[in-house]
Nanobody, 126 residues
Framework: QVQLVESGGGSVQAGGSLRLSCAAS????????VGWFRQAPGKEREFVAA?????????VYADSVKGRFTISRDNAKNTVYLQMNSLKPEDTAVYSC??????????????????WGQGTQVTVSS
């Protein structure tokens, strides 16, 4: 089983950018589907983006971030990234990465993952 650690969160003004990192240790990360989720205060955790473990597999995004966020992975570094551009105040949340060995069809749901990081705070001010 892998362990996940997020980094890169912080405070930015609207329109700014941040890059989050999800670093894995413990097993080869290349065989894991990885997703990013976020949870704002008083709201349920919601799907942001996911990348398949397959080399020619999918990358998918929530409609709310499509065109602004990009998920990518560097298997040599055992790291998945979430580049966030044109940030909006409504993007403010704790962002967490999650993983599942070989993934599942439920890649856009919390139940589709069985390993989670501790989360990193992203705050966007207007």
């Amino acid at each position: 089983q892998v362990q996940l650690v997020e980094s890169g969160g912080g405070s930015v003004q609207a329109g700014g950018s941040l890059r989050l990192s999800c670093a894995a240790s413990g097993r080869t990360f290349s065989s894991y589907t990885v997703g990013w989720f976020r949870q704002a205060p008083g709201k349920e955790r919601e799907f942001v983006a996911a990348t398949s473990w397959r080399s020619n597999g999918y990358t998918v995004y929530a409609d709310s971030v499509k065109g602004r966020f990009t998920i990518s992975r560097d298997n040599a570094k055992n790291t998945v990234y979430l580049q966030m551009n044109s940030l909006k105040p409504e993007d403010t949340a704790v962002y967490s990465c999650a993983a599942r060995y070989l993934g599942s069809t439920n890649y856009a749901t919390v139940s589709g993952y069985n390993v989670w990081g501790q989360g990193t705070q992203v705050t966007v001010s207007s």
